[in-house]
């Protein structure tokens, strides 16, 4: 059965009401018919619902849906992205391991290789994740994980997930990756050879801006420490963000085909303006990495960037004439979303450190939503016209 049709007809358990869509199972805890089952169920003799912190049907049901979307033989949910990343870490680290990461990287999750986790002595190296060598040289006796997200947030660099797949397997590393700007509908990790995958569902996944959420997926016996630890941390998604969640997977594929589209016309349509020194998008034939951004990508994703001319003073303006983008520091919205990460997501970086990673002072991250992609052109072309009258940066 085609993925999208699973991630439409997967259903967990139905009440003796047979609802169509999937109720909302919002309870804390489970009962047990006697002491027994009570017994059984904490044994591991049986299966089934005990407490919301560890399992709960709608946030089953999501999980199921998002397995079969990767390919994943098991996953947990989490209440944010961030937690489905620190668990992995967590739960799969030792004092003394090291983890080797790509430095285009999601904020935060520089923050926790770079800060957090070297309080429980887990090191990271971060390497260039375009360029495998830099990976096997990164290589140490104690190296544990691989980490990476293709394309990066807000830089669109790609990584080489079979070359690099091929590494870990070949020194028993884990490769896990970051797959949430492409999301399940574009590109498989999984497919690619790589033995986890998260997401923050918060962004495409829900794709309507509504809830926070994680899910991290893979191979049962990597999934198993991950599910200790996140049950007894308590991480937990929330089960009313399942049920949001597991509905708009029904039409994560319609609006991924929709935002991709869109995105690729608006990356064309504003490549080579007077205003701007490059717009970057994965298929666009401009971008350094497209070939290898059409053999692991079905479509070039919902996000572009475009450097703007005159840096922060002019991007400031561009703000201020847009009549229909949001300026928030989300993304993956049915609304279109700007945001100047130089500034706000990625403002902790040293100036260097950002500009490794091509996060240029001017550089404007564009998560494009469902409007109609003419009224988008437009807009972006008025605002334009009107910022930078002069500069010549
Ligand atoms: C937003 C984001 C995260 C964090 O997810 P939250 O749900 O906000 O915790 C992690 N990785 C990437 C690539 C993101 O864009």
Known sequence: MQKQTQAIRIQTERSQ?????????LTSSFTFEDAEMGRSLFA??????????????????FIAKVCALEGAEQGLAFGSGMAAIFATFAGLLQSGDHVVASRALFGSAIQILGKIMPKWGITTTFVDGHDPDQWEAAL????????????????LELTDLTALSAIAQNH?????????????VVQNPIELGADLVMHSATK??????????GVLVGRRELIEPI????????????PFNAWVLSKSLETLYVRMKDHCESALILAQKLEGH???NAVHYPFLASHPQVELARQQMKWGGAILTID?????????????????????????DTRTILTHPASTTHSKLSLADRAAVGITPGLVRIAVGLEAIEDLVEDFEQALAKVGVGVNA
């Open 172 to 184: 028993g590393v884990v490769l896990a990756v970051d797959n949430c700007f492409a999301t399940p």
């Open 140 to 155: 140490q006796p104690n190296t544990k994980i691989f980490f990476c997200e293709s394309p990066s947030n807000p830089g």
């Open 44 to 61: 591991d003799e049986v299966e089934g619902n005990i407490y919301s912190r560890y399992s709960n049907p709608n946030v089953d049901e």
């Open 227 to 238: 599910r200790f630890f996140a049950r007894h941390t308590g991480p937990a998604m929330s």
């Open 274 to 276: 007077p205003a701007l």
């Open 204 to 213: 495409y996944m829900d794709g309507q801006g509504r809830v926070l959420g």
């Open 17 to 25: 009401h047979r609802e169509h869509s999937v109720p909302l199972y």
């Open 308 to 332: 703007v001319k005159g840096g922060f003073e002019t991007v400031n303006e561009l703000t201020q004439h847009l009549q229909i983008a949001s300026i928030s520091p989300n993304l993956g």
